[in-house]
């Protein structure tokens, strides 16, 4: 099992960057890929990020790629989320989530993440 904390998240202006961080807790880390997803208002929550467990592997949604980077620290039980020249449509709630994962290159699909933190908001104004 797994427990994970985000924090980073916080206000800023649209073109602006934020890097989201994600804490977690066990010596079992390095066996599970990670992803981060988010939840703006009235919407469902949406996949943005994964990386696999070694980290040579990611994969990210459309609306993200070439802004967004994950990155993990498998020593220091944390995965990272760099977001550049973010845009208004980028508010939501960002949510780290963990997938055991029995091969180290692979990238779960969405419906394997069954570790989820509290959330952390990011709000970019126009």
């Known amino acids: 099992q797994v427990q994970l904390v985000e924090s980073g998240g916080g206000l800023v202006q649209a073109g602006g960057s934020l890097r989201l961080s994600c804490a977690a807790s066990?010596?079992?880390?390095?066996?599970?890929?990670m992803g981060w997803f988010r939840q703006a208002p009235g919407k469902e929550r949406e996949f943005a990020a994964a990386?696999?467990?070694?980290?040579?592997?990611?994969t990210y949604a459309d609306s993200v790629k070439g802004r967004f980077t994950i990155s993990r620290d498998n020593a220091k039980n944390t995965v990272n989320l760099q977001m550049n020249s973010l845009k208004p449509e980028d508010t939501a709630v960002y949510y780290c989530?963990?997938?055991?994962?029995?091969?180290?290159?692979?990238?779960?699909?969405?419906?394997?993440?069954?570790?989820w933190g509290q959330g952390t908001q990011v709000t970019v104004s126009s």
């Open positions: 989530a963990a997938a055991y994962s029995s091969r180290s290159y692979r990238v779960p699909p969405s419906s394997e993440y069954g570790y």
């Open positions: 066990g010596r079992t880390f390095s066996t599970y890929a």
């Open positions: 990386i696999s467990r070694s980290g040579d592997s990611t």
